[in-house]
């Protein structure tokens, strides 16, 4: 089955614990992304990448940093978390240059800093 | 830059009645997809269609259809005959092609009482 998973689904922290959200998918797909959710916002990217080692700043990159080793692993890294930071986070793959573009969306992981 | 306004915050409909849900997108690009997610209170992100540019052809799929205006840079999505299974947050969303980040509109809340 075609899916992208996250882990924690759950996370509460304190602030300046650093933390990663893991995200795998199984597509073999070449784009993957992290988005944040907040109410009255919408989604807004906050990194992305087009492929192994490539990795790129997307709108709110600000307290983030990411890194892909291997095709199927995208992880989150907060630093040193702040409440600012409380959201909710979605990772996103897809494949490039394909015909089906869809962009895959895992669960989603609610992070509340304290 | 582009940008994704969907100006209906909230809709409440009884079940069998038809919803409309607003997008208008800004883009100085000529060559784009549009998008429709689906947001349930579980909170996951379901994809539900994804237009080009180059096609103006409305499309219907069951009990949703979508009518895209290029003219008027609109991609509006109609529920017809809603059930309650329909309540959810609907986001509206524009990426350029080969570039595959995803502006998304703010949503709209569309809740279905029986």
């Known amino acids: 089955e075609a899916q992208v998973t996250q882990n924690p689904r759950y996370l509460i922290t304190v602030t300046g614990k650093k933390l990663t959200v893991t995200c795998s998918q199984n597509?073999?797909?070449?784009?993957m992304s992290w988005y944040r959710q907040d109410p009255g916002l919408g989604l807004r990217q906050i990194y992305y990448s087009m492929n192994v080692e490539v990795t790129d700043k997307g709108d709110v990159p600000e307290g983030y940093k990411v890194s892909r080793k291997e095709k199927r692993n995208f992880p989150l890294i907060l630093e040193s978390p702040s409440p600012n930071q409380t959201s909710l986070y979605f990772c996103a793959s897809t494949r490039l240059a394909g015909a089906e573009e869809t962009q895959y969306f895992g669960p989603g992981t609610r992070l509340l800093v304290l | 830059a582009q940008k994704v306004t969907q100006a209906q915050t909230e809709i409440s409909v009884v079940e069998k009645e038809d919803v409309t849900l607003d997008c208008v997108y800004e883009?100085?690009?000529?060559?784009?997809?549009l998008f429709w997610y689906k947001q349930p209170p579980s909170g996951e992100l379901v994809f539900l269609i994804r237009r080009n540019s180059f096609d103006e052809q409305n499309e219907i799929s069951g009990r949703y259809s979508w009518n895209f205006q290029k003219s008027t840079s609109s991609f509006n999505f109609t529920i017809t005959a809603s059930q309650v299974v329909d309540s959810a947050v609907y986001f509206c969303?524009?990426?350029?092609?080969?570039?595959?980040?995803?502006?998304f509109g703010a949503g709209t809340t569309v809740t279905v009482r029986a």
């Open positions: 969303a524009l990426s350029f092609i080969n570039d595959y980040k995803l502006s």
């Open positions: 883009t100085r690009d000529t060559t784009y997809y």
């Open positions: 597509m073999n797909h070449e784009y």
